[in-house]
């Protein structure tokens, strides 16, 4: 089976734009967990989902970023009035259950111009 | 505060040489330590994790917290060793979010 799918693998665009990052998780993961990586830094986490309620959003950096998962499966993290300093790769992983491994997808690379 | 601290932005060493990158923690209780690794063009995979107390590829690592570090140590390094390897920090037992260090690139010569 497939690992985890985030789409677009780059996005660019300019400075105040929206954008909206995809992930598809493992099929029948139901935790799901967004983290941001800057150049040079390791990941940092953003936000984590169990099933369609984020249980955790306290890594969100401010509220232009907003993060669904309506059905429990593919996620949406939205960035709006998007700044040069949101530029990184977003990672998305998920996970089976609470003592399983955490399945990271390839990232989106973000480019803020 | 929870942190991981990776000293090393590079380790180089040559083919056959003994490995070991450093990681330090701060937790206030029982950590739970992980290392990722992520291979040139590939994506980021779980190397190991305390709890198993596995050698994968010939790593190990182990948890001394009375120092509170985690280093992983290979006593003879191949070049497919050749990658970023991240430590991280269970951050919450209950959301499974991690915390991870900086991370150190591992350059095996030939």
Sequence with gaps: GAGVSQTPSNKVTEKGKYVELRCDPISGHTALYWYRQSLGQGPEFLIYFQGTGAADDSGLPNDRFFAVRPEGSVSTLKIQRTERGDSAVYLCASRFGLNQPQHFGDGTRLSIL | ?110
């Excluded at chain 2, 040489?17 to 980021?44: D, I, M, T």
């Excluded at chain 2, 050749?82 to 900086?102: E, H, P, R, W």
Aim: glycine letters at 8%.
């Design chain 2, 1 to 110: 505060a929870q942190r991981v601290t990776q000293p090393e932005k590079l380790l180089s060493v040559f083919k056959g040489a003994p490995v070991e990158l450093k990681c330090n923690y701060s937790y206030s209780g029982s950590p739970e330590l992980f290392w990722y690794v992520q291979y040139s063009r590939q994506r980021l995979q779980l190397l190991l994790r305390h709890i198993s107390r596995e050698s994968i590829k010939g790593f190990t690592a182990d948890l001394n917290k009375g120092e509170t570090s985690f280093h992983l140590k290979k006593p003879f390094a191949q070049e497919e060793d050749s990658a970023m390897y991240y430590c991280a920090l269970l951050g919450s037992s209950n959301t499974g979010k991690l915390i991870f260090g900086q991370g150190t690139t591992l350059q095996v010569k030939p």
